[in-house]
């Protein structure tokens, strides 16, 4: 049996209404996954989190491989135990971070051996490996071992890329050991379609319980990402989850979704939160600007979220003003709002069929 | 008709249990008050804040009156709208930042020239500018300007101290033009034990709302504190709150309250919190040490805080070491709601005349 249902589907567009079943509940798509890369959403308490109405949430395998490491997060009963999370999660499997952060990367077909942005350690990682730390990680969601390339990529390195990718996620699934885990497979290629299309056909034949979109919002810019997914995105199964990694702002999300994207995760909510950029449906606002001194206004009137039901745009550059951990802490509260007030909004209007005149009109 | 009503008395010693009644509502004394220094208590919500059980918060005067300044939190409603915080506040005079934080500090019997510490812009304050200052910012107990002093200090230093403080007493008394708000004087005198009952007999003589003893816990040491303390309370008239300002540990706490005091505020709770001190029943614990690395105990096994009820101590160390801003968040959280706790169990022990007793055994 499936673990996605499709419930709604838009009329105008790829879009579709689904829900996601885990082993500790379901995730209701649309959906965005804030991220809390090493068992933490930057200075969001869990039920912060929740009251945002987060469904589920992303953890960094990489860096939780660093620290605490995988041997005491399974001593401490597991990462939702060190997350105080009950909801779904999902980890992803390292590569984008072992090939962004990492120096010293040495990469074969057999895997990657990487130094430890932390300390220096050498570590090496392999798709066997990736996938057996991610069962005792013990999320819901786990994601094959890919290799991700820097934008741009010349064609040789993207293919040979491509190839390991496939390769690694036949390893992935065979290594796969929890059944209470849906195991993603990802999908690389740059932006080249051919070789996106050539990727999802190998992996959609090997089965997996959902399929990514990786190795995007790395440089090439929005209309070649959105070009990519719009070419990728039809070669995976109907009846599969579609996710776009790492994507993105309100308006991407948005041309995603028409696409057929179902899930997606972003540090833009917390990361531009900490620096006094606020989302709103009229636009960002830029809290530290000398307009809002005076500005009783909350970010967004009508926004039901705690930062706008009791602070100022006044009280917040204040925050910021004098360095204030509250300044942070509510803004991104309010963004983290904000990306699920959408995604709601966006389920609501594809049940409805309202969704591709919607996303015309809006200019987010 | 008296704002402070004593509600029991400890047999044993001068503890008392009573309630001070604010235009914001209640405080339950003997209370602790959290300092949110800026209007905010680092870190921490207003709705957390509340829910460790704080009746009442301090803000300082003088970092309000340099960022954002006085006219610009009028204009937005006040400072319990800036700080999202309903119950009472409690704005101290801005004295002990003047002599603590200031360079370039000139003063004379009139008042004190000060350099800004963020701009180095040069302001003057009087004990009638202080009032004033304090009237506009609205909060329910507003503290009488005085002259701090650093210690040790001379006999003649201290004495001029004094006398000056006494005088702007007279000045800030006949300036306070806001009914809603109760006007503490702050008795001052280094550790000579002459010179605070002097201090103490000459502000009597003015009737303020309350009372407090300031400048202590500046360097003296906790035996001369709290001998100091024990030589100044009983100065001061039965019938009025009596506050001594920046205590302190809780072991100081409790023998305060022996000694009769009223209200405390210190930094200790979220200060302590940011650095991974977390206070409890059996003595701190610093969770940095390894020891706690696989420890999945909460900080203190039995609390009802959000902190405890969620997070092993493991994850709490985990998150100082990677730097998550949840470590400081969760461990100022249950400080918070320790000297909470602490609190509403000495005043059920002062309701059941069972304080003596139980601070003789205890050793916090």
Redesign the interface.
């Known amino acids: 049996m499936s673990n996605f249902e499709i419930l709604y589907r838009d009329s105008g567009s790829a879009a579709r209404r689904g829900s996601l079943t885990t082993a500790h509940g379901e995730v209701e798509t649309p959906a965005f996954i804030p991220v809390g890369t090493?068992?933490?959403v930057?200075?969001?308490?869990?039920?912060q989190l929740e009251e945002t109405g987060a469904d589920i949430i992303l953890a960094n395998t990489y860096?939780l491989l660093l620290?605490?490491g995988v041997e005491?997060i399974e001593?401490?009963?597991g990462l939702h135990?060190?997350?105080?999370w009950n909801k779904p999660i999902l980890t992803d499997s390292g590569g984008y971070q072992i090939f962004s952060l990492s120096p010293l990367t040495k990469i074969n077909d057999d895997g990657v051996e990487f130094a430890s942005h932390v300390d220096g350690a050498k570590i090496y990682l392999n798709a066997q490996a990736a996938t057996e730390i991610q069962n005792r990680l013990a999320a819901d969601i786990i994601m094959c071992l890919d290799q991700c390339v820097p934008f741009p990529c010349d064609y040789s390195q993207l293919k040979k890329a491509v190839e390991r990718t496939i390769h690694w996620a036949v390893q992935c699934k065979q290594a796969h050991a929890n059944n209470n885990q849906l195991l993603f497979a990802i999908i690389q290629g740059g932006i080249n379609i051919d070789l996106r299309t050539y990727c999802a056909n190998e992996l959609v034949k090997l089965d997996f319980d959902g399929y990514a979109i990786g190795g995007l919002s790395v440089g090439e810019g929005g209309d070649n990402m959105l070009e990519t997914v719009s070419h990728t995105a039809p070669q995976l199964p109907e009846d599969k989850p579609c996710y776009l990694m790492g994507v993105g702002t309100p308006a991407e999300i948005i041309a995603a979704v028409k696409l057929g994207v179902d899930m997606f995760d972003c540090v833009l909510p917390t990361r531009n939160g900490r620096n006094a950029f606020a989302f709103t449906e009229n636009g960002p606002l830029r809290l530290r600007n000398s307009a809002h001194?005076?500005d009783?206004q909350p970010i967004e009137p009508g926004c039901d979220c705690?930062c706008c039901k009791?602070?100022?745009r006044?009280?917040l550059?204040?925050?910021f003003?004098?360095k204030?951990?509250?300044g942070?802490?509510?803004v991104s509260l309010h963004n983290l709002r904000f990306y699920q007030r959408l995604m709601a909004k966006i389920r609501k209007l594809i049940e409805k069929d309202e969704f591709t005149n919607w996303a015309r009109k809006n200019d987010y």
């Open positions: 090493v068992g933490a930057k200075g969001i308490t869990p039920r860096h620290r605490p005491t001593k401490l009963g135990k060190l997350m105080a001194i005076e009783r705690y009791n602070f100022s006044a009280a550059r204040h925050f003003n004098v204030e951990m509250l942070p802490i509510l």
